[in-house]
C-alpha cells in the first residue's frame, strides 16, 4: 500500500491551503484515515482522522474549526482543507491509513504512512 501526499508548501498566516492523499495497493474504502504532523523537535501528533465509511469524523483540539478532512473514495482520496493557518501550524503533515477504523485509532495503530509535506505559515 502507498500513500502520497501532496499541496503543501509556504503560505502566509491566515491563508488556507488543500492537502491530498492518494492512496494505492488495496481497497480505499477499508481504510480511516488520518492526518498527522511533526514539526521540528517535536513528536508527531494527531490532526484529524475520518472513518472508513466518512460519516464520522474527528479533530484535534488546536484546529477544530479551521480543518476539515474528508475523503473521495472513487478518486482514493482523502483531503485535508486549511483555513486560517498560523505559525504554529507550519510542520511536516502526514497522512496515514488504518484498516476499518472510526476515525478515534491511536497513532500506533495505523498501518501504513505517507512521506509527508512540508507546510511552512509565516507570520
Known amino acids: 500500500v502507498q500513500l502520497v501526499e501532496s499541496g503543501g508548501g509556504l503560505v502566509q498566516a491566515g491563508d488556507s491551503l488543500r492537502l491530498s492523499c492518494v492512496v494505492s495497493?488495496?481497497?480505499?474504502?477499508?481504510?480511516?484515515m488520518g492526518w498527522f504532523r511533526q514539526a521540528p523537535g517535536k513528536e508527531r501528533e494527531f490532526v484529524a482522522a475520518?472513518?472508513?465509511?466518512?460519516?464520522?469524523?474527528n479533530y484535534a483540539d488546536s484546529v477544530k474549526g479551521r480543518f476539515t478532512i474528508s475523503r473521495d473514495n472513487a478518486k482514493n482520496t482523502v483531503y485535508l482543507q486549511m483555513n486560517s493557518l498560523r505559525p504554529d501550524d507550519t510542520a511536516v503533515y502526514y497522512c496515514?491509513?488504518?484498516?476499518w477504523g472510526l476515525g478515534n485509532s491511536p497513532i500506533g495503530e495505523y498501518n501504513y504512512w505517507g512521506q509527508g509535506t512540508q507546510v511552512t505559515v509565516s507570520s
Open positions: 495497493g488495496d481497497t480505499f474504502s477499508r481504510f480511516a
Open positions: 475520518i472513518s472508513w465509511s466518512g460519516g464520522s469524523t
Open positions: 496515514a491509513a488504518v484498516y
